[in-house]
């Protein structure tokens, strides 16, 4: 007992293998023999036999970390884990008493009895532990029944007969305290009909919600699909509000990529999950290819953006991850996050300015990045109305600080993410995101470099985006604002845009314009009050929506890529290339920026405005008349 110190939890298991070791090789005597014929003949390989196990197996179940588990939660895991030591323990075993016999320290050794001994010690060693188990699960059942009366169940009806369904129905049935018990599945798999997981019935396909919740008494809806599309999610609770059913979901597909949640956490349905689409694989041996082992950078790594391309990176292990941004404090909220996710990556935290060069150069100089994601930028389109030379100097000549400084360090790849805003642009945001576009799209010409840009709309979640907005909105009771009932926009999750961003990396060759499939544009008036039901609220009767007129710098509706240029597919079916794209010479594109960062230093907006309608295709950048408007 002493050798195996106290991290053994099961002592008295220890004590159980050892007797049952005995045991099991003296049954396996006495099913290969005669009682009479054991004595004397075999008596000493018994006996040696005995000895060898007694010390052997205990070794190799510890080794194995059986007795590190909680056999009251084992399960086929814990079951291979078993099978797995004893037969480890067995082959050494039979090694041993092999090399005993050949050495002549006994005679009269049935081989027959290893195997014996084998099967013996499985059903032995295993059945003592599942024993546990069933004893556990008598109790929790028994506990359930005699508490029963203090609280009534809740009928739980379960969308999804797939794995990760299946987990929540099993986690639930092992938890009787949590006082949910599951009725059914509901899953669109009609080979799944009238069959049972873990003695749950599939009652039918989803749309039969409807039936199920109006024949059948259900408290609580649980959406166990973290690939379910928006489509079907809109519809279940549009179901369940209809009907007055409480329901939750479990993370999407796209969250549990991002590493930020479990499988096994379920949640409030919540906005981003009605926006959801089908989801798509990701080449990850390609992504391997380019992030694994190398130096990579991520400009603007304390934003909502950089920080996912942060976390979604750092799953790659790639060697060193430089994060570099302007603001120390949302780095270092970042960082933290990082080191608790990924203790044995190496994070650099790096605070600069992408506006200054000479910093930037001694950054680059001495981390020798290989690959960079460049999301620093000024994103509000307000906001940057009233601060046109903050946009300049951000966009435009943070954009080519980074881009010249990674050619002068030999990066391998560049990507920069840029935004649908930049498409005929009437905004100053989205006009200086198309002058930085063409900053690295005429680097990557003249370099032949694998620098690329990725261009999306907006992205849920991210600061200073409209949903925080509007929850604070209701929160406060009311009224919602919203611009103008025909506005729309392209939305994605977060974690979903980043994690086809980075598939994107392992496309680029040179110079390409990458757009990501967002589905269809959304009305900004249903997300508002698909929004507010989600609070339990009814749009117009408890919170008031409210039009406030457009905005300076906005449009009703965007574009994705210049309709006069053709898409073509990529190898990804969420990802888009743009052809070809209008872009200026060198020469003249030199001229426009040094134009540009010269009258953001003057203070001369109105020549920064007319500068970018007249190079800028489709652009029309019309002068604020009143700053208060935004």
């Known amino acids: 007992m002493i050798i195996f110190g106290r991290q053994i939890r099961n002592r008295y298991l220890v004590i159980g293998d050892i007797l049952l070791t005995l045991a099991s090789v003296l049954v396996s005597y006495f099913l290969r023999l005669e009682l009479i ?156 009909k009238d069959s049972k997981i873990h003695g749950v019935p599939v009652l039918g396909p989803i749309h039969d919600i409807n039936h199920i919740l109006a024949t059948r008494h259900v408290d609580e809806v649980i959406i166990a699909i973290p690939s379910a599309p928006g489509e079907v999610l809109r519809k279940v609770t549009k179901v369940c509000t209809q009907s007055g059913v409480a329901f939750r979901t479990m993370p999407g597909l796209y969250e549990l990529l991002g590493g930020d949640v479990s499988v096994n956490r379920l949640r409030d349905v919540e906005i981003t999950d009605l926006l959801r689409r089908e989801p798509v694989d990701i080449d990850t041996e390609a992504l391997g290819r380019v992030l694994e082992g190398k130096v990579v950078m991520v400009t603007g790594a304390g934003g909502s953006i950089g920080s996912e391309l942060c976390r979604q990176i750092a799953r790659q292990n790639p060697k060193r991850l430089l994060m570099l941004g302007h603001g120390e404090n949302s780095i270092f909220s970042a960082l933290l996050t990082l080191q608790e996710a990924f203790p044995s990556l ?133 009224p919602v604002t919203v611009t103008h009932p025909d506005m729309k926009r392209y939305f994605m999750t977060i974690p979903e845009a980043v994690h086809l961003v980075l598939q994107t990396s392992t496309m680029s060759h040179s110079g390409e314009s990458y757009i990501l499939d967002m589905g269809q544009p959304v009305k900004i008036l249903d997300l508002a009050e698909d929004l507010i039901r989600l609070s339990g609220l009814e749009p117009g009767k408890d919170i008031k929506i409210v039009f406030t007129g457009i905005r300076p710098g906005e449009k009703l509706s965007e574009d994705l890529w210049d309709q006069g240029f053709a898409l073509s597919p990529t190898t990804h079916p969420g990802i888009h290339q743009v052809d070809s794209e209008e872009i200026l010479s060198s020469d003249e594109l030199d001229v426009v920026v040094d134009r540009l960062i010269q009258y953001a230093r003057e203070g001369k907006t109105e020549a920064i405005q007319a500068l970018l309608s007249e190079t800028i295709p489709g652009a029309s950048i019309a002068a604020m008349s009143d700053p208060s408007m935004w």
């Open 346 to 478: 190496e994070f650099i935290p790096l605070i600069a300015d992408v506006r200054d060069e000479a910093r930037l150069s001694v950054v680059f100089q001495r981390w020798q990045p290989e690959v960079v994601f460049h999301t620093a930028a000024h994103k509000h389109v307000p906001l940057m109305e009233i601060n046109i030379e903050e946009a300049v100097t951000n966009n435009i000549q943070g954009t080519k600080n980074v881009v010249s400084i990674a050619l002068q360090n030999n990066v391998e790849r560049l990507v920069m993410i840029s935004t649908d805003k930049a498409i005929r642009p009437v905004s100053i945001m989205g006009a200086t995101k198309r002058i930085a576009e063409m900053l690295v799209l005429d680097a990557a010409h003249q370099s032949q470099k694998a620098f690329s840009l990725v261009r999306f709309g907006n992205v849920l979640g991210s600061r200073g985006s409209v949903v925080p907005y509007f929850k604070h909105q209701i929160a406060a009771g009311g």
């Open 37 to 192: 014929a054991i004595f004397p003949t075999y008596q000493n390989s018994l006996l040696w036999m005995m000895g060898i196990a007694v010390i052997i197996k205990p070794l190799v179940y510890y080794f194995f970390g059986i007795y590190r588990r909680l056999w009251r939660y084992a399960s086929t895991r814990e079951l291979v884990l078993i099978m797995s030591a004893v037969t480890v323990a067995s082959m050494i075993l039979s090694i041993g008493m092999m090399v005993v016999f050949v050495s002549g320290a006994f005679f009269g050794f049935p081989r027959s009895v290893l195997i014996i001994d084998w099967l013996l010690s499985l059903a032995f060693i295993g059945g003592i532990r599942f024993i546990f188990r069933l004893i556990a699960d008598r109790s929790s059942s028994s506990a359930d029944g005699s508490h029963s009366h203090l609280l009534r169940k809740k009928w739980v009806l379960v969308i999804g007969a797939g794995d990760a369904g299946a987990m929540v129905v099993r986690e639930l049935l092992k938890n009787p305290q949590l006082n949910m018990k599951p009725i059914g599945f509901l899953d669109d798999d009609l080979t799944k």
